[in-house]
């Protein structure tokens, strides 16, 4: 397998697919998933000349499952270890959910710091701020996300199915086309990671306050959401997150879910490419 070891002793897992000398782009996934969630993407721009690269974030996947960093800072942290010992330049950087406040601190912190970065794609991301607070009143309840880590903890196994089958993919809605092995496949990869790694990420992707972070990024930004997301509500991410960037731009999809790169890959892979090429 290819890793890297981070500083702090962490066995990072990567793929690295395509052409050294290709513009690369880097993919960062979404909580409690793997790099594998990535699939339909990496196949898609490897076709079209890239270099694409995806890691598994520390405790997910086939990366060590430690017991502490699971935090946005180490997130970010081991990112730029992945991209640093590929040397990747004049890279783009794309993130999904958790993946996008991982994406938008790696760039502020990393990325634009050392020049390596082109462009940032934020995807259904969870900046600037999930959970509600007095500066941030339209944000989702505390008492969500304390569900969300009963739930895990009583029954992970149980609760990452409710999750794929229910709000992440828009499968419960009464017009939705539901693929029984995306289900599978998403319970797969969370099943794969850490429980602990998972039950700690709850708190890194709802309170992480990532405003300073937004701000600082210069490079070109896609901002990317659906507007039926019903894990990142569009109007307390997305819409927030587009005003603080300095050079951000926000395409909406109408009826679109949480998991929308997947459900609709045949949709948002060009756009993506045409923001890329731009």
Request: glycine share 10%; no cysteine; charged share 20%.
């Amino acid at each position: 397998m290819s890793t890297i070891t981070t500083t702090d002793g962490v066995q990072i897992f990567f793929k690295d697919w395509g052409p050294k000398s290709a513009q690369p782009i880097m993919f960062h996934h979404g909580w409690p998933l793997s790099s594998d969630d990535w699939d339909a993407q990496m196949l898609y721009f490897v076709s079209k000349g890239f270099r694409v690269i995806a890691h598994d974030r520390r405790g997910h996947g086939r990366s060590s499952q430690v017991s502490d960093g699971h935090d946005m800072d180490h997130y970010a942290a081991d990112a730029a270890a992945v991209a640093e010992h590929l040397d990747l330049r004049n890279a783009v950087h794309i993130g999904h959910s958790t993946g996008g406040g991982e994406v938008a601190r790696y760039v502020a912190k990393f990325g634009q710091p050392q020049g390596r970065v082109a462009k940032a794609v934020l995807v259904s991301a969870v900046p600037p701020l999930m959970v509600k607070t007095d500066s941030n009143p339209g944000g989702t309840p505390i008492e969500v996300f304390d569900g969300f880590r009963a739930a895990l903890a009583a029954n992970r196994a149980q609760f990452f199915l409710d999750v794929a089958a229910g709000p992440f993919y828009g499968f419960n809605r009464a017009d939705a086309k539901v693929s029984q092995g995306v289900i599978n496949n998403w319970w797969r990869q969370g099943m794969i990671g850490g429980a602990k790694a998972h039950y700690e990420g709850i708190k890194a992707f709802s309170e992480t306050d990532q405003t300073e972070d937004l701000k600082a990024i210069t490079v070109p930004t896609l901002v990317m959401h659906g507007d039926d997301d019903q894990i990142v509500p569009i109007d307390d991410a997305s819409r927030l997150s587009v005003k603080l960037l300095k050079n951000g731009t926000l395409k909406v999809y109408a009826g679109f879910p949480h998991g929308m790169l997947t459900t609709h890959a045949e949709v948002l892979n060009p756009d993506l490419l045409a923001f890329i090429k731009g």
